[in-house]
């Protein structure tokens, strides 16, 4: 069946770096452009970035364009999320996402997510 | 930026329907998704397209989108229906609506 284990969340300092993975099985990885969507605690669901099946597009929101960088390693099938300069307002669980580019096919599926913690 | 605007909060009795609604600029010429997501867990899509339902979502869950409005429909409530309900759009770039909170009183 479809999985996808996120993994690399902890808590780290305002200014640091952290990168997530998502390691993806029980479907054919390179088939599916993948996204990462955060949630702050009590909140809702903001969309983060997206890649393209085969990783020649990328597509970032606003506030982490620049910061963040989406990239996925069809060898192990694994997605992931390097986040840099980071701060506190990007404390979140993080999800992995398998989808379509624009996420409205019925392929949509998430993981469980990780969270990271931005904190001195 | 687009917007999706979804009430806070939303409260039906068991067994009644549920009306969630989105709103957004044109959002009935886009496809409009719910996902559904319970304490503690990841969301789960439920509605895609506007109106269709991934495989094993029950027939009592159902959408429309027309206008500037897209309403999730949720027939015959029952307690395991109480959940987090997230509108979900694509508008130059993925847009969620801030989430409705169903209570089954």
């Known amino acids: 069946q479809v999985q996808l284990v996120e993994s690399g969340g902890g808590v780290v300092q305002p200014g640091r770096s952290l990168r997530l993975s998502c390691a993806a099985s029980?479907?054919?990885?390179?088939?599916?452009?993948m996204h990462w969507v955060r949630q702050a605690p009590g909140k809702g669901l903001e969309w983060v970035a997206v890649i393209s099946y085969d990783g020649s597009d990328k597509f970032y929101s606003g506030s982490v364009k620049g910061r963040f960088t989406i990239s996925r390693d069809k060898s192990k099938n694994t997605l992931y999320l390097q986040m840099n300069s980071l701060r506190a307002d990007d404390t979140a669980v993080y999800y992995c996402v398998r989808g379509s580019w624009e996420l409205h096919s019925s392929s949509t599926y998430w993981g469980q997510g990780t969270l990271v913690t931005v904190s001195s | 930026s687009y917007e999706l605007t979804q009430p806070p909060s939303v409260s039906v009795s068991p067994g009644q329907t549920a009306t969630i609604t989105c709103s957004g600029d044109k959002l009935g010429e886009k496809d409009a998704c719910w996902y559904q997501q319970k304490p503690g867990q990841s969301p789960v899509l439920v509605i895609y397209?506007?109106?269709k339902r991934p495989s094993g979502i029950p027939e009592r869950i159902s959408g429309s989108n027309s206008g500037n409005t897209a309403t999730l429909t949720i027939s015959g409530t029952q307690a395991m229906d109480e959940a987090d309900y997230y509108c979900q759009a694509w508008d130059s770039s993925v847009v969620f609506g801030g989430g409705t909170k169903l209570t089954v009183l």
């Open positions: 397209e506007d109106n």
């Open positions: 029980g479907f054919t990885f390179s088939s599916y452009a």
